[in-house]
Every structure is written in C-alpha cells, then in structure tokens.
C-alpha cells in the first residue's frame, strides 16, 4: 500500500483485511466547559453527522454525588458547539434510555413508561405512554430500534419489572401493542433484542435466558423455546432466513448480470441499497437495455407500474422517434402494439403524445386508436384538428361528426366522460371555448369562476379600464346570484366597490393611473394612511369590515414606512392596543429607530420584554428581564446570540442559569 506525503505507518491501522487511517476532524472543548466526562457519561449520537446527546451515568456515581447531582442532558453537534439542554430536575422518574430518531428527534424514556420526544435543542415535541399497565409496574429496560414498517420509523421496546415486554413501533404515533412472556418468567433475562418478524409486518422480540432462546410475537402470543446455541441457528434461520436467503440469490444474480462487461455497470450490494432497484431499471433504460431491464423487473417481480410496463412503455416513445428506420407509420404502430398487448397499464395516449411531439401526426393517430380510455383521446384528436373523428369518439356512434361548435357541443353533453376529455383540453388551450361549453350547461358556477378569470388576467388593468374590468366582475356576480352562491357574489361584489374606490382615489389625489387600481385593499389602506387621508380610510374600514386587530397592524407597518414616527406614538396613546405593543418595537427596529422603540417597552408586560429587547440589540437588559422571569429557555437565547464578541454577557447568563436550575 502506498502511504500518503506527511503520514507514517504507525497512523494507519490493520482492521480484517483492509488498512485504516483515522483522522481528528474536531477537538472537542465540552469538557472543561460544560463538564462533559466520557468516563461517567452517557453518550448517543444521531447518524450522518447528527447531533450528540450527554447525561450523567448515575449508575456510575456514588450516593453522595447523586444527591447534589443536576439532572440534565446536554445536546451538541457533532464538533461540539451547544445547542441546548433537557432538563430533567423536575422528573422524579429513572431515565432508562435515550436515542435519536431519523428525523434527529431526541427520545427519552422513563422508568414509568413515558417517552418524550425533543428537538435538537431540547424543546419538547411531543409525550406519549405505555400506557397505566407499564406506569403501574414499571419500566426497568428498554431497547430503541429503527424499522421501515411504517416507513423510516424509529420504536422502543420495553421490559417491564414483572418481566413483560411491550413495543411502540413507531414513536411519532404512540401506539404501543403487548407481547408474549417467557415460560416461567421470574428471573430477567440474560439478553434480548427487537427484530424484524419473516413476514415484515410486525417487529419480534429474541430473548435470552442462559442457553435458551425465545421468540416473543405481537397479541401476547409466546412461540416455543429454542433449545442451545446450535439449536437457535437451525431454527431462527429457518424463520426469518429462508425467504431473505432466496431475495439475496435473486439481488446476487442481477449485480452479476450488470457486471458483465458488455453492461458495464460494476454495483456492489451496498451500492445497490443505496442507489435502489428502480434507479438501476432506470439506467438500463437509458443504455437502451429494454430486454434485460425487463427480465430484471420480471426476476425481482417488481410491479407492472415499476417494472415491464413502464420499460416497454420508454422502449415505445423511443421507437417513434426513429426518423432514420425504414419501417411505415403503420408497421411501427404494428410492432408496438404486438409488444405492448399484454402488458398491464401501458398509456397509448402518452405514445402517441411522444409521436405527436415527433411530428409524426399520422403515426399518433394510429396509436390513438389503441388506447382504450376516450377522454385520453379526445384532447389528442382535437389537438390534430380531427373533430370529427373526435366527435365519433365521444358520442360511440357511427354519426358523422360535425366541424361547427354548437353541434359538437350538444353531442358532448350527452357522454360525461367525453365531455371530461373536451373540458381538460379546453382549459389548457381556449377559455373562451370552455365558458362556451360551460353557458350551454347552465353551470353558474364555472361561468363565474370562468369571468372572474378573465378580469384576473387584465394585468394592465388601470382607471382607463375600470369600466371593462366591472361590467365584467358584475357578469360574473350575476352568475354565482343564478347559482345560489351566496359566498362568491358577496366576494365579487366587495371587488367591484373596492375598484370603485381605488379609481375615485386616483381622480381626487391626481395620482397616476395605477398607483391604487388593482391593489389589494390592505395594500389600498396602507397607501391612504401614508396620504394621510383618515376619513377616507376610516370609510373603508367600516364598509370592508375590516378586523381591529388586522388594522392595527397595517396602520402600525404605514406608519413605520412613512417614517412618522410622531403620529406613531400618538396612536399608540388613542387606546390599549389590541395586537400590545412588540409589533411598535419591531417596526422601529426595522427602520432602525432603536430611540423610538424604547418608548414602547414599559408597556410590554415583562413576559414578553425579551424578544423585543433582543430586537433592539439590548442583550443585557434581556438577559436581566428573562432572568427576573426565571425563563431559562429564554436565557438560553440571549446567550446563543451573544457569540464570541460579547464573552463576559455570556458568562453571567451561564451564572444566571446556574442560579435558576
């Protein structure tokens, strides 16, 4: 082996028949910081670079220590920086066990049966139980495992002080089910484990007791004993071995059938779990390999949609797109069909969209036919301009179609599966065709939707074409009113009055045309209070019914914009404010008006004065206000934003904490 510049021998290690350097990403500081000792620790990592939960061992410390000992667990990321803190002082029960989900999710379970779910920086995120049985007897060890039978899930495992298990397959969800004892159950056992049952659908526990083996299931069923070591191989491996014996043969013989050297695809089995089968049925198709990606797909028996139908289907679109073969329209549509007749939800309307792209118009109708779902071919024939064949299809007659729209249209209301294909082409290709269709139905609701539609799409809309814009909204008002729909008249006539005012704005204020048509009206309040038009605002308030509360925030947000800072404070004084007064701190803040803001901070109550000091940059008044509030989450805050410049805040709030746990 050769050895890289700048290392010697002695820095690599012998491991089976491979050489290994290790290599010090990180020198971790926790130990004299935070007082993190690995000899009477407790230490779980997440994986892929997570995050790093610590606890103290109590196990491993004396009575004497155990008392004055701060319950706690201290989460870092995997380079060491703190991102915060369990605490457990307040819990009276054992910790029994503790992990990380896929999710990074940090699990806790206690000795009662309760397991809590944090994130990486310690907040709860969610409690569930094992329920008043476990709470009553008690919890005494527990095994957290990860299964993929919900998915990517992460479960626990209990053993309960009489010596029965119980499982939580998933603990995002919280259901637990009980399983079966061991004979004779008096004694604990000497190992035992949770593994996934032959059947994949349910999790089995393995325990051991001396040279015995048992195989525990869900529903309190207890299989039989397995006699001694040997005994164990012969009859686990005949349980849970035989079928995942003939899948490793069958995945064996597709790497070896890829590494040949006429495939070129060298995949090791780690490689393939990770890359997964669909992919590499990809990559055959794209290597133009449709015979052996099928045989594959057959071998594995993958389903149609994953497997033989969707590689004949790429094989077809590919074969329409040879402009260079000999073969006519008719024979190519010939070959495909032949090939594609048994397999199982093949798309010929996708085939002969492919051929359509292709410009092969004759050959796309030829594979039209084949399709057996008529709204799939409708839009196809209509895009050829083939109504009448169109027309044929969707009436299932041997009437000649008619080229004129009403006709059509008539016809097509009679099939309502026909009409469905007409109507998805319609609303990609031609509103007005489709508010047509929809008039002839009588459906008031869809012509409605159809107008309002078409005033959404007037984006030069302007007061020269206020006008336009409203006959229109008022025809679709008129629509939901035939309808019955009381809702959507009722949205569409506060639009109408809206534009009606927006344009009578712009005449009075000589603004150009634009500047409020069109807007939205919290953006039209906004703008009339940077104008300092009350009255005016005040009238669309109260026709608009617009909230306390939302108005308050768009006059607070203009106010700031304006940079009316006195009038800003003389609203705050008309009476209590119903949003209080952190959204005054913000806005000043936001236009950095620090000297404003502090006018508004003796009438935040004192819970809620931490985050607007940290607004303003005033860290020590915040960390003095969350100690005074004894909230050590929001001390924690204030020291995360402290950093490396500001390292004497950051050790009195580690004092402060230290005073409040």
Request: with cysteine; charged share 25%.
């Amino acid at each position: 082996m050769r050895i890289s510049s700048g290392l010697s021998k002695d820095d690599w290690k012998t491991i089976g028949n491979g050489s290994y350097n290790r290599i010090e990403l990180y020198s971790l500081s926790w130990a004299d910081e935070y007082d993190v000792d690995l000899d009477v620790n407790i230490c779980v990592g997440s994986s892929f670079a997570g995050p790093i939960a610590v606890t103290i061992d109590e196990a491993k410390i004396g009575r004497r220590h155990k008392s004055s000992l701060k319950r706690s667990i201290k989460i870092f990321s995997c380079s060491g920086e703190f991102l915060g803190a369990v605490d457990l002082s307040t819990v009276n029960m054992k910790l029994i066990n503790m992990g990380w989900t896929f999710d990074e999710e940090l699990i806790v379970l206690l000795a009662d049966g309760t397991l809590l779910s944090h994130d990486v920086y310690g907040q709860v995120i969610s409690n569930h139980s094992f329920g008043s049985e476990v709470k009553d007897i008690g919890v005494v060890d527990a095994k957290i495992f990860h299964s993929q039978l919900q998915g990517y899930a992460t479960g626990v495992a209990v053993l309960t002080d009489r010596f029965s298990y119980y499982i939580m397959s998933n603990a995002a969800i919280g259901q637990t089910r009980k399983y079966g004892q061991v004979p004779n159950h008096n004694a604990p056992p000497t190992s035992w484990a949770a593994l996934h049952s032959s059947s994949g659908f349910h999790m089995n526990l393995i325990v051991a007791r001396d040279a015995d083996l048992y195989i525990l299931k869900p529903d309190g069923v207890s299989s039989e004993s397995i006699q001694g070591i040997d005994s164990y191989k012969r009859h686990y491996l005949y349980i849970v071995g035989g079928e995942k014996f003939a899948d490793m043969c069958r995945l064996l013989r597709v790497l070896n059938a890829v590494r040949h050297n006429t495939i070129g695809l060298p995949l090791t089995y780690t490689q393939i779990q990770t890359l997964t089968i669909p992919t590499l049925i990809d990559r055959l198709i794209y290597r133009r390999l449709w015979p052996l990606a099928v045989q594959i797909s057959n071998h594995l028996g993958l389903g149609s949609a994953e497997g033989e139908s969707r590689v004949l289907a790429h094989w077809a679109c590919w074969k329409v797109d040879q402009r260079s073969s000999s073969m006519s329209d008719e024979s190519i549509a010939t070959a495909i069909r032949d090939k594609l007749q048994n397999a199982i939800g093949i798309s010929y309307a996708d085939i002969a969209q492919k051929a359509l792209q292709c410009g092969r118009n004759e050959l796309a109708i030829q594979l039209i036919n084949f399709e057996p779902r008529i709204s799939e071919q409708i839009p196809l024939l209509l895009s050829l301009s083939k109504e009448s064949m169109a027309l044929q299809k969707a009436v299932q007659s041997v009437k000649n179609g008619s080229k004129e729209r009403q006709p059509f249209l008539r016809l097509l209301t009679q099939y309502s599966q026909a009409q469905n294909g007409y109507i998805k082409y319609l609303k990609q290709r031609s509103q007005d065709d489709l508010m047509q269709l929809y008039i002839q139905n009588d459906s008031h609701l869809e012509v409605g939707l159809c107008r309002l539609r078409e005033a959404k799409d007037a984006n030069d809309l302007t007061s020269s074409s206020v006008t336009s814009v409203t006959q229109i909204l008022n025809a679709a008002k008129t629509c939901f009113e035939k309808g019955r729909n009381e809702f959507f008249a009722m949205l569409t006539d506060e639009q109408i009055k809206l534009l009606k005012h927006q344009y009578e704005i712009e005449k009075d204020l000589r603004l150009e045309s634009g500047s409020f048509v069109g807007t939205s009206l919290h953006t039209t309040l906004s703008k009339l209070i940077a104008f300092g038009k009350t009255e005016k605002v005040e009238l669309l308030r109260k026709q608009f019914k617009v909230q306390e509360k939302t108005f308050w925030w768009i006059k607070v947000i203009a106010l700031g914009k304006k940079d009316d800072w006195h009038e800003l404070e003389k609203f705050s004084r008309t009476k209590k404010s119903p949003i209080g007064y952190v959204p005054f701190v913000i806005v000043c803040m936001n236009h950095d008006k620090r000297s404003e803001a502090e006018k508004y901070i003796s009438k935040i109550p004192p819970e809620d004065r931490v985050k607007p000091y940290i607004k303003m940059g005033a860290l020590e008044k915040a960390a003095e206000q969350a100690f005074l509030n004894k909230n050590i989450n929001e001390l924690q805050m204030v020291q995360m934003k402290c950093g490396l410049t500001n390292k004497q805040l950051s050790e009195r709030i580690r004092t402060m904490l230290s005073q409040l746990r």
